[in-house]
């Protein structure tokens, strides 16, 4: 199997590329956001691959990084995502938001993706939340941050934070951010009013 390529591109389109491997041309499917870090026709690149071997044809799906490799995986792993699906979901958020989205159970960051409608958004959220609960979430509260928030938000006080700020207009993935994000800064004992104030805080920082 093909895990990594290392040539020249060839050729950039609106979702694959040539990858030129001494004189051999590789046709690789990839996310807009894989091919806009790409560089220009001519230069080097390195792609890591995903390879899938079917009956009547070989099929390679490059990325830019192993994260986007990993979260490709684990989305096809959800019945009714396949590989165009993934790329169109791993093309409007960062992988990294990815596992913070399923956390929070936050549908609308999937159905913004082309093929993806409610009930698909649905079963992605619900199928891998198990399989992200082990892994760190990066908090993207500020620019300065470098907290690692948990996977879920145990207290009922959390809980209610995340609704009131859902109330308030922002994003439940924000919002589940945020409190994450205070929940740590304060202790899991903090008071709801404490919890809210200092992630409205940290929201509008990131704003």
């Not at 389109?13 to 990858?19: A, E, K, R, V």
């Not at 996310?31 to 690149?45: A, N, P």
């Not at 159905?111 to 990066?138: F, H, M, Q, Y």
């Not at 924000?174 to 903090?190: I, K, W």
Request: hydrophobic content about 45%; proline content about 3%.
């Amino acid at each position: 199997m093909i895990a990594l390529l290392n040539g020249k591109i060839a050729h950039i389109g609106l979702n694959d590329m040539i990858i030129d491997v001494q004189g051999v041309g590789y046709l690789v499917a990839a996310s807009s956001r894989t091919l806009s870090q790409m560089g220009q026709v001519g230069e080097h690149t390195s792609l890591h691959i995903e390879t899938h071997v079917r009956e009547d044809q070989i099929s390679l799906f490059g990325f830019a990084d192993q994260e986007e490799k990993d979260w490709f995986k684990r989305l096809c792993t959800v019945q009714g995502v396949g590989a165009r699906v993934a790329f169109a979901i791993l093309s409007v958020t960062p992988p990294e938001q990815l596992p913070i989205a399923i956390a929070a159970q936050d549908k609308t960051v999937f159905s913004r993706a082309d093929g993806v409608g409610p009930k698909l958004a649905t079963r992605i959220v619900t199928e891998l939340k198990d399989k992200v609960a082990n892994l760190e979430l990066k908090t993207t509260i500020s620019p300065a941050s470098t907290q690692k928030a948990s996977p879920s938000v145990p207290s009922s006080s959390s809980h209610d934070a995340v609704s009131a700020l859902v109330n308030l207009g922002y994003g439940r993935t924000d919002a589940f951010t945020a409190v994450s994000g205070a929940t740590n800064a304060l202790g899991a004992e903090a008071s709801l009013e404490d919890i809210i104030q200092y992630s409205l805080k940290s929201l509008s920082i990131a704003v």
